[in-house]
């Protein structure tokens, strides 16, 4: 089945460590997105990306960085300079045709910093 | 700037009743997009529906329907029938048709469904 991958579900930093998140899809979306999400707020955009090493800066971007080289995969590293990335963290993909809203999201990843 | 605003925290109906959600947004655009997301426990967020601000008819997906009053800014989505799987929080969202690649969330609004 076609759909977004998001990995780990689980995630935990300790201070001053730069993580991965990994958001793989099978979809043949162009676009993908990163949010966070934090309670009792909706969803933020960090980056997005519309073609291959190609991204934009969302409305958070601080102490996030991406990369996109393939098409399927759009990995979001959380820095040391992210000075509050306890948080869940989706990701989103859609095809350039037929936006907007056909937005496919993953399942979340859970980051803790300890 | 756009904004989205759910004023309801938290909303209960019983199973087989019908709820209603409310959302209001700010805008100086005439065309865009507006839409319902369901997030249940899983945090999956889910597509509920799609509604274009240049069609005056409402949207409507089996039991989830929208009231889109366009003068007014608003955009509710009525639950009929509800069930116990509509348990979950319901975010809104904008679009601009022009810059369809940021969706606007909402604060949400967690929905309890009792049997």
């Known amino acids: 089945d076609g759909g977004i991958t998001q990995s780990p579900k689980y995630l935990f930093r300790k201070e001053g460590q730069n993580v991965t998140l990994s958001c793989e899809q099978n979809l043949n979306h162009d676009a993908m997105y990163w949010y966070r999400q934090d309670p009792g707020q909706g969803l933020r955009l960090i980056y997005y990306?519309?073609?291959?090493?190609?991204?934009q800066k969302g409305d958070i971007a601080e102490g996030y960085s991406v990369s996109r080289e393939k098409k399927e995969s759009f990995p979001l590293t959380v820095t040391s300079a992210q000075k509050n990335p306890t948080a869940f963290y989706l990701c989103?993909?859609?095809?350039?045709?037929?936006?907007?809203?056909?937005?496919?999201f993953g399942s979340g990843t859970r980051l803790t910093v300890v | 700037a756009q904004t989205v605003t759910q004023s309801q925290p938290e909303m209960s109906v019983q199973e087989a009743e019908t709820v209603t959600l409310s959302c209001t947004y700010d805008?100086?655009?005439?065309?865009?997009?507006l839409f319902w997301y369901k997030q249940p426990p899983s945090r999956q967020m889910i597509l509920v529906i799609r509604q274009e601000a240049y069609k005056q008819q409402n949207a409507t997906e089996n039991r989830f329907s929208v009231n889109f009053q366009k003068a007014a800014k608003s955009f509710s989505l009525k639950i009929s029938d509800s069930q116990l799987g509509d348990a979950a929080m319901y975010f809104c969202a904008y679009s601009s048709l022009g810059d369809t690649d940021k969706l606007i969330f909402g604060t949400g609004t967690r929905l309890q469904v009792f049997p």
């Open positions: 989103a993909s859609t095809p350039l045709a037929g936006r907007p809203g056909g937005y496919t």
């Open positions: 990306s519309q073609i291959v090493n190609d991204f």
């Open positions: 805008t100086s655009e005439s065309d865009y997009y």
